[in-house]
């Protein structure tokens, strides 16, 4: 019989709950088996960014693994007539809802024309793709993404840089998350980003809320690395051409500044991911950038707790989608009206609007 003390019975559900899960880095010139616990944060009342993002400067593996990576080719095979992949990153917390979709989206398109590259939380992780899926055995060296810290940054130059390694025909690396759909079939999709020489990063001009932003580590942590006239900030969906992945996964003066935790009362506006990659981008080739994200996101009702708004079931058809598609990606005011890219994902949408979605995907989502 369970003990009635409060306290034993929470002791036991926190022993019962602890995660443990097999990280599995797949690629063609490192591969890494082991297993690796993943510890739960702490219990505090108190939010200590410091203690959800770990410093992985003594962890070899990902020194490793960032070293190659910065080192390969920035102009490989695709010249020799080999056609330029697309690399699709997905960064998970516990499942991929919409893996039909993305299943259906990948079903006619070349081999040789894609990569499919997953990050996953291992400490929420519920999803095993099955053997037939284009996801089976995708998964890259993966830790934990917690939000409001550098992890979710972390993960994401973490997918890059395995991208990278794994195959030199990746052209152009696209950032994707677990709520994101396709607008549009992937022939569409691959003309759109193959054809393009430019990085698609959302740079917002400068406001109060960037400086805001600027001093959540403290009024000069940023010095002398980063100054607040080349800090930028933007959606963190991104297209990256490989040349631009490269500088991510090489730099290490910036990134120095930028996974530094947020001060406690700036917590709330303390998302890294949305000022790292904009920032970076600005001070090493802001000319190589279109800025603008080519993934929608409806932010006209206000953020819900750092979120955009949601898609619902009830609410997807062909109207969302035609109207997803009309509208266009915001630009800096120096190309604004001079381009026309569409947008080519979306987010966010419920889980449990993937049976509408489907519904309608050969006849209008995959229909060009």
Sequence with gaps: MLSSN?????????FLCLPIAIIIFTSTTIKNNDNHVIFNPPVTNTFNLSEVYKDDENDEMEKVLFRIASRT????SYNNNKPKKLAFMFLIKSSLPFAPLW?????????THFSIYLHVDPTNFTWIPPYSSVFHYRTVYSKRSARNSAAVPAATRRLLASALVDDPNNYMFILLSDSCIP???????YNVLANSNKSFVEMKPQDLGAFFRYTARGPHAMLPEVRYEDFRYGSHWFSLTRQHA???????????KFKLPCLYLYVGICYPEEIYFPTLMNMLDSKGCVYASLTNVDWSLGAFDGHPRMYKKDEVGPKLIWALRRDRPKYDEDVDGERHDP???????????????????????FKD
Excluded: G, Y
């Design 103 to 111: 299943e259906s989206f990948f079903k006619n398109a070349p081999k």
């Design 73 to 76: 080719n920035q102009n490989p």
């Design 246 to 256: 490269r500088m991510v996964v090489a730099d290490t003066r910036v990134w120095s």
């Design 183 to 189: 607008l549009h079939s992937f022939n569409f999709t």
């Design 343 to 365: 947008f080519l994902f979306a987010r966010k949408f419920s889980p449990d609007a993937l049976h509408a979605l489907m519904a309608i995907a050969d006849s209008v989502i």
């Design 6 to 14: 409060p306290l034993t019975c929470l002791l036991c559900a926190l």
